[in-house]
């Protein structure tokens, strides 16, 4: 035993040492919190991480709700390309 506290020891003075003990609770954000976090986050030029630390939401967490609003670039790409596209046509000479 006094083996072990000679161990914890640093420089002569014992270190204080801070031991959480229970179960983390999850938290529940309600639907009108996730809708101001994605509002926020919507705007433009905004700053992701910035918005997870303003709100303490683990950024992965906000990506997936803004991937689930359908508000990341890669579901905007994949809806563009999913939209009809016209190009002009220019008809030269007549067939017969």
Not at 28 to 53: C, F, H, M, Q
Request: proline share 2%.
């Amino acid at each position: 035993m006094h083996e072990a506290m000679d161990e914890a020891r640093h420089d002569g003075a014992y270190r204080r040492i801070e031991l959480i003990t229970g179960r983390r609770q999850r938290r529940n954000w309600t639907d009108e919190e996730k809708a101001r976090i994605l509002a926020e986050s919507a705007e433009p030029g905004v700053n992701i991480s910035a918005v997870a630390r303003r709100w303490g939401v683990n950024r992965g967490l906000l990506n997936v709700w803004r991937r689930e609003a359908g508000l990341t670039s890669r579901r905007s790409e994949q809806a563009c390309a999913q939209q009809a596209m016209f190009v002009p046509v220019t008809v030269i000479g007549e067939r017969t």
